[in-house]
């Protein structure tokens, strides 16, 4: 009964034709151990003409906290901010559906992140190729403790992410009325860019490095961006 109880983390999934890849993904999503009333997971099919659709529906009929949504293709710009319409979480992390994350690594970054009251907190992450070897793309490991603020971060640690590389507290998205601007590639670092003024404690976690595939489904247009993380020595931040 009662008021149902704010979720502590929404997972925002746009799908488009990615059918190889995305049981690995959802699958990867329900094995974090998180409790089941504590998160959503928000998957928008954005038109997809595969299989995509049905296996996103299936999984969002099995599973409560799954969400399905059906869109006309609009691209991934559009498809992350009709997640981002639906999301009612506390926290919000986008995970690309052609990406997974490792086993359990959700319930030490959330719980790092409400510890430390943090806006935003950075994720280190890899590119992995198919096979199986990985390669450090983003490291915000520069960052040490320290917490700062989106000034800072960019001007100060030039440091700037792409969509998939950090937990962000709603509230940032609410005060900088916060959208995806349709731009291919690029679009999540304009989001990220755009959200920095609005972040007022933004800290690095160092728990998980996550995966993402080095050869990406067609809605994945941010293969080229290397070098995102913070660009200066760690000697130089102090």
């Given at each position: 009964g009662?008021?149902?109880?704010?979720k502590?983390?929404?997972i925002?999934v746009?799908i488009?034709?990615?059918?190889?890849y995305?049981?690995?993904?959802?699958?990867s999503?329900?094995?974090?151990?998180l409790?089941v009333?504590s998160?959503?997971?928000?998957?928008i099919?954005d038109?997809?003409?595969?299989?995509?659709g049905?296996?996103?529906?299936?999984?969002?009929?099995?599973e409560?906290?799954?969400?399905y949504?059906?869109?006309?293709?609009g691209g991934?710009?559009?498809?992350r901010n009709?997640a981002l319409?639906?999301?009612?979480?506390?926290?919000?992390l986008?995970?690309?559906?052609?990406?997974w994350?490792?086993?359990?690594?959700?319930p030490?970054l959330?719980?790092?992140?409400?510890a430390?009251r943090?806006?935003?907190?950075l994720?280190?992450?890899?590119?992995?190729?198919?096979d199986?070897?990985?390669?450090?793309?983003i490291?915000?490991s520069?960052l040490?403790?320290r917490?700062v603020?989106?000034?800072e971060?960019i001007?100060?640690h030039r440091?700037?992410a792409?969509?998939?590389?950090?937990?962000m507290?709603r509230s940032?998205?609410?005060?900088g009325?916060?959208?995806?601007?349709p731009?291919?590639?690029?679009e999540?670092?304009?989001f990220?860019?755009?959200a920095?003024?609005?972040?007022?404690?933004i800290g690095?976690?160092s728990?998980?490095?996550?995966p993402?595939?080095?050869?990406?489904g067609?809605?994945?247009?941010?293969?080229g961006?290397q070098?995102?993380?913070?660009g200066?020595?760690?000697?130089?931040l102090d």
């Amino acid at each position: 009964g009662g008021a149902a109880m704010t979720k502590k983390l929404s997972i925002l999934v746009p799908i488009y034709n990615v059918a190889p890849y995305l049981r690995q993904c959802l699958d990867s999503l329900l094995a974090q151990g998180l409790e089941v009333g504590s998160y959503e997971v928000i998957l928008i099919d954005d038109g997809s003409t595969d299989k995509s659709g049905e296996i996103a529906r299936a999984y969002a009929e099995r599973e409560p906290h799954f969400i399905y949504h059906h869109k006309e293709n609009g691209g991934l710009s559009s498809a992350r901010n009709a997640a981002l319409a639906l999301a009612s979480g506390e926290y919000l992390l986008h995970v690309d559906s052609d990406d997974w994350l490792e086993e359990g690594v959700l319930p030490g970054l959330l719980a790092d992140a409400e510890a430390r009251r943090l806006d935003l907190c950075l994720l280190d992450w890899a590119d992995r190729y198919p096979d199986g070897t990985t390669r450090p793309n983003i490291d915000f490991s520069a960052l040490g403790e320290r917490i700062v603020t989106g000034r800072e971060l960019i001007h100060r640690h030039r440091c700037y992410a792409t969509s998939w590389s950090f937990i962000m507290h709603r509230s940032v998205v609410e005060r900088g009325q916060l959208t995806f601007i349709p731009i291919q590639p690029g679009e999540d670092v304009a989001f990220f860019i755009s959200a920095m003024p609005h972040c007022r404690r933004i800290g690095y976690y160092s728990g998980v490095q996550l995966p993402a595939r080095a050869t990406r489904g067609d809605h994945a247009g941010t293969q080229g961006l290397q070098g995102a993380g913070c660009g200066l020595p760690a000697a130089q931040l102090d």
